[in-house]
């Protein structure tokens, strides 16, 4: 397949835009990107007639399938409020690719999504990334991304309802601590050679955390939450991804400090818990005007997932520019999934995952033109 005549936002490292170029496609990959037309033909040939060819819009944190629109209790499957600890946890085991929701969000140029389990526990378990398009999990896995840790009113106020720890912000931290701690002196017994030490499934799901091969994706509102949040990572040497930062706006020039990545959203909700009281739309414009990396998420189903484009466009209205937005939804998210050499831009070698838009597409009454998933159009 090849799709030419296309102005295309590439989302390279260089940022290059090619003003009439072409895309060709095979296998599910990207095989060439140039100015004009390939010297090499194919059977399939599309006519963009101008219209924008962006990557695949990526949502950096959803709950996906783990709440099947339409169905209710029976539906919910991304908080396991059993135990404040649930590091065990893996969202693909609860994702429903069947959700009308993954269709919802094919039709509004969402390719790639990260699946997250609830917030109500301390530590809830493994993040999953995955393709839109597909019946079954595992073909749609790109991979366990993170480990999700929550901060603040969720599993204070789950808990507290149970009449169990934690029911104050300090309990959080600690119990956050003792997991990690437990799961560092495991891994060193495991790995010393000298005594395996009794499996515990707990410990074995950090271990990958603790050695850096996933993110820690902090549950995050209060300007508080955030700086323990960082303050558990720099203890524990976690790299990390902070979600909502909600208070983000009142400390951007600490946030840069850190070098933290930050997911915000949702952005079209209303203030609907006390962590929200300084909720504002211009969070995402004020964070990259200091210069700290920004994803854009709904956080479905909290927003639907469709409205990602929309979300992206409400931050453009409070001041975010059109260019920062759309990093927002692409190569951003892309990199705090380190999954950058896959998908998040149209660069030869990396997955065939496109959207064409004709007009603006973070306007409200633009549509995508075309989808493309793994090389098929959808």
């Given amino acids: 397949m090849i799709i030419f005549n296309a102005k295309i936002y590439t989302m390279n490292d260089n940022d290059e835009i090619i003003e009439n170029g072409y895309v060709q496609c095979e296998n599910g990959n990207i095989i060439g ?67 009308s929701a993954f269709e919802d969000a094919r039709k509004a140029g969402i390719t ?25 999990i595992d073909k749609m896995l790109l991979g366990n991304v993170g480990m999700k840790i929550s901060l603040g009113e969720n599993p204070k106020m789950t808990y507290l309802d149970k009449d169990s720890s934690p029911v104050t912000r300090m309990a959080i931290a600690a119990l956050i601590r003792e997991a990690l701690s437990k799961a560092q002196r495991y891994m060193v017994e495991k790995e010393s050679g000298d005594e395996t030490p009794e499996y515990d499934a707990k410990c074995e799901a950090l271990i990958p955390l603790l050695k850096g091969e996933v993110k820690a994706h902090f549950h ?106 759309l990093k927002a939804v692409t190569k951003n998210p892309a990199k705090q999934l380190s999954l950058f050499d896959k998908i998040g831009s149209i660069e030869v070698g990396k997955d065939a995952d496109l959207v064409m838009f004709k007009d603006d597409p973070f306007e409200v009454m633009s549509s995508p033109v075309m989808v493309v998933i793994n090389g098929d159009e959808i």
């Fill in 112 to 136: 790639t999504v990260a699946v997250s389990p609830g917030s109500s526990n301390a530590i809830c378990g493994s993040i999953a990334a995955v393709k839109t398009k597909g019946k079954r």
């Fill in 220 to 325: 995050c509102h209060r300007a508080d939450d955030i700086f323990t949040a960082i303050r558990i990572a720099k203890e524990f040497g976690l790299e990390y991804v902070l979600i909502h930062c909600t208070e983000g706006h009142l400390i951007a020039d600490e946030l840069k400090g850190e070098n933290a990545e930050v997911v915000i959203g949702p952005i079209i909700c209303d203030k609907s818990k006390p962590e929200l009281a300084n909720l504002t739309p211009s969070n995402a414009c004020i964070l990259n005007t200091a210069g700290v990396d920004i994803s854009i998420c709904t956080d479905h189903s909290e927003v639907p997932i469709q409205y990602l484009p929309i979300s992206a466009g409400i931050a453009i209205k409070n001041g975010l520019d059109f260019y920062e937005a």
């Fill in 33 to 99: 990107v140039g100015e004009g037309f390939p010297d090499n033909d194919d059977e399939r040939l599309i006519d963009a007639n101008g219209c924008s060819l962006y990557p695949g819009f990526i949502d950096a944190h959803t709950h996906l399938g783990l709440f099947t629109s339409g169905v209710g209790i029976e539906g919910e499957d991304f908080n396991e409020d059993s135990d404040p600890i649930t590091p065990q946890l893996s969202a693909i085991d609860g994702i429903n690719p069947m959700d």
